[in-house]
Each structure stands twice: as structure tokens, then as C-alpha cells.
């Protein structure tokens, strides 16, 4: 199986700042590691991933970065705006059928 | 123009009784699955579908029962309903099983009194 550690489970940034949201995993056969931001009464909408072949991954903003020795993944959202105040999760996949392990989420709040 | 369909969007049952829910994709996806998210335990894995075949299974009570009648097609039968069943399922897609990007659908939230 996989456990997915997520931490801080409550971030507030000032408007404008960076954001960062780490991760840790157990399964050093964890492959996959996608992110998924969630708004209030919505569906988890995947924001960016990550694989195991990469340690880096820009976006809109977004940075993701791998650590596979120390099992450790990583979201960072640059000049954060109100509309990216919500829930992020992250999530790492294990194995062939493809099971997606999230941690428990960060609730972002944005402040002017 | 939604992609994934999930009927009902709400749905409100009693103790003991049995529903289905719902999950239809148009993404052309060979991939399926289910997750489940309530306040006590936050987006939890129950199964996984490939080419309509179970490929993985989480959920330790028999009492969920996926149902694939259609390749874009993945249903969840739940019986015996209990209140601790509450939360909002989550039907997903990808293209296929390795490592691709799943997509959620909007979630049936089913409340058991």
C-alpha cells in the first residue's frame, strides 16, 4: 500500500506571496504524483503532476519538485491571487491498477 | 459541456435500503473508478475499472457493488445502507491504467438518515 503524509492542513499567505505545500510518501515504487485543487460543493480538478522520471515541473504559476530520496513532493504556487484560495490535495499512485493515495489537504486562504 | 455525468447529484435514503449511483464518461477513457469523500476520512480509493474489468478493490464490505454494463459506464450499487455510508462519491476516468491523469467527476453526495 501508500500513505500519503500532507502538510500544513492550514496555510495563509498574504495576496501576492508564494504558497508551499509539501508531501511525503512510504512506497519507493510510488511512480505518479498529481495535484488536485478542490473548491467548495466541487470535484478535485487535477492542476499539475508530476513523475517519477522528473524532478521539476512548471506551470501557470505552479511548481512541483520531486525528491525521490527523500520520498517528498512538493506545490508551489507563485504570486497567489484570491481565486487560488481553496483545498489542494496531493496524491501519489502505486502499482498497476492505478489506486491514487491522497493525503488529507491543505485549506489555502489567500488574504489581501 | 460535462464529461463525466454523475446522477443523482443528491440523493437522500434511509437506513437499511439500496441505491445506485450513477457514473457515465465521454472522454473515450478505458479506465474507471470510484473514491469516496466525507469529513471523517477525505478522498478515500474504493475501486478501479480497466476495459470493464475490476482491477482493484479497497472497500471491505461487499455491500458496494461496482456495476459495468458499458465500456463508459461504472456504476455503484450500495445496500444495506448505513449512515456512516454519507459522503460525496466520486466517479474518475483516464485513458488507461499506468500513471495517467484521472479526472473526476461532480460527485453524487448521498446523505443516509
Known amino acids: 500500500g501508500e500513505q500519503v503524509e500532507q502538510l500544513p492542513s492550514i496555510l495563509r499567505v498574504q495576496e501576492g506571496s508564494s504558497a508551499s505545500i509539501n508531501c511525503t510518501y512510504e512506497?519507493?515504487?510510488?511512480?505518479?504524483f498529481p495535484w488536485y485543487k478542490q473548491e467548495p460543493g466541487e470535484n478535485p480538478k487535477l492542476i499539475i503532476d508530476i513523475r517519477s522520471n522528473m524532478e521539476r515541473k512548471q506551470t501557470q504559476g505552479l511548481i512541483v519538485l520531486l525528491d525521490k530520496k527523500a520520498k517528498r513532493f512538493s506545490l508551489h504556487i507563485t504570486d497567489t491571487q484570491p481565486g487560488d484560495s481553496a483545498m489542494y490535495f496531493c496524491?501519489?499512485?502505486?502499482?498497476?491498477?492505478?489506486?491514487?493515495?491522497f493525503g488529507k489537504g491543505t485549506q489555502l486562504i489567500i488574504q489581501p | 459541456d460535462p464529461k463525466i455525468i454523475q446522477k443523482p447529484k443528491y440523493l437522500v435514503a434511509v437506513t437499511g435500503s439500496e441505491k445506485i449511483l450513477i457514473c457515465e464518461q465521454y472522454l473515450g477513457h478505458n479506465a474507471m473508478y470510484w473514491y469516496r469523500q466525507s469529513a471523517k476520512k477525505p478522498l478515500e480509493f474504493m475501486f478501479s475499472y480497466s476495459y470493464q474489468k475490476l482491477m482493484d478493490n479497497q472497500t471491505a464490505s461487499s455491500r458496494f457493488q461496482p456495476q459495468s454494463s458499458k465500456k463508459n459506464h461504472l456504476d455503484l450499487q450500495i445496500t444495506a445502507l448505513k449512515p456512516d455510508d454519507s459522503a460525496t462519491y466520486f466517479c474518475a476516468s483516464s485513458q488507461a491504467l499506468g500513471g495517467y491523469e484521472q479526472y473526476f467527476g461532480p460527485g453524487t453526495r448521498l446523505t443516509v438518515l
Open positions: 512506497n519507493s515504487a510510488s511512480n505518479y
Open positions: 496524491a501519489a499512485i502505486t502499482g498497476g491498477a492505478d489506486r491514487l493515495t
